[in-house]
């Protein structure tokens, strides 16, 4: 008898909260949707039609001199390539792409590749953790995530 009485009293106090979160969640979800979708678009009137590849990096040398031999000659066609190393450049001239990296990545951002192909889901592909490895010697993860990448690349077998 006491198990449903607390039942009765978390549905009563449940029910409320649905009201209020459901409409709330509802509007972060929309604007979400909204914002993603402007940056998208934007990015797609800004860059020349074959770009569809945010790439971005600084210079360390954890992982500078693999990018620029390893990574970069095989996307340039189709990436806009960042080099944030200088902070100031990049928060006035690439504003957009500024944008584009704080919607879609996570805490550990750099480097990292954010795919827009068209009409498929945007893909955020991070190499931070995989250059780390690779510091110690564990090559898996920077071949794995060089893989995800490149298969994004039309011409890529």
């Known amino acids: 008898m006491e198990s449903m009485a607390k039942k009765i009293i978390i549905g009563i106090l449940l029910i409320p909260l649905?009201?209020?979160l459901?409409?709330?969640?509802?509007?972060?979800?929309?604007?979400?949707?909204?914002?993603?979708?402007y940056i998208r678009l934007r990015l797609r009137m800004a860059w020349p039609k074959a770009r569809y590849i945010l790439f971005?990096?600084?210079?360390?040398?954890?992982?500078?001199?693999?990018?620029?031999q390893n990574i970069l000659p095989k996307i340039e066609?189709?990436?806009?390539?960042?080099?944030r190393t200088?902070?100031?450049?990049?928060?006035?001239?690439?504003?957009?792409?500024?944008?584009?990296?704080?919607?879609?990545?996570?805490?550990?951002?750099?480097?990292l590749a954010i795919v827009f192909e068209p009409g498929k889901k945007v893909k955020?592909?991070?190499?931070?953790?995989?250059?780390?490895?690779?510091?110690h010697g564990k090559q898996e993860q920077i071949n794995?995530?060089?893989?995800?990448?490149?298969?994004?690349?039309?011409s890529y077998p």
Not at 124 to 135: G, N
């Open 86 to 111: 200088n902070e100031q450049d990049w928060k006035t001239e690439h504003k957009l792409e500024r944008k584009a990296v704080e919607v879609w990545s996570s805490i550990n951002v750099n480097p």
């Open 77 to 83: 066609s189709y990436a806009q390539i960042i080099n």
């Open 56 to 68: 971005t990096y600084t210079d360390s040398e954890s992982w500078s001199p693999y990018i620029e």
């Open 18 to 20: 649905g009201v209020v």
């Open 22 to 37: 459901i409409p709330v969640l509802m509007w972060v979800f929309l604007i979400t949707f909204f914002i993603r979708t």
């Open 124 to 135: 955020v592909i991070p190499f931070y953790e995989a250059f780390r490895d690779l510091k």
């Open 144 to 154: 794995s995530k060089c893989q995800e990448l490149f298969q994004c690349l039309p």
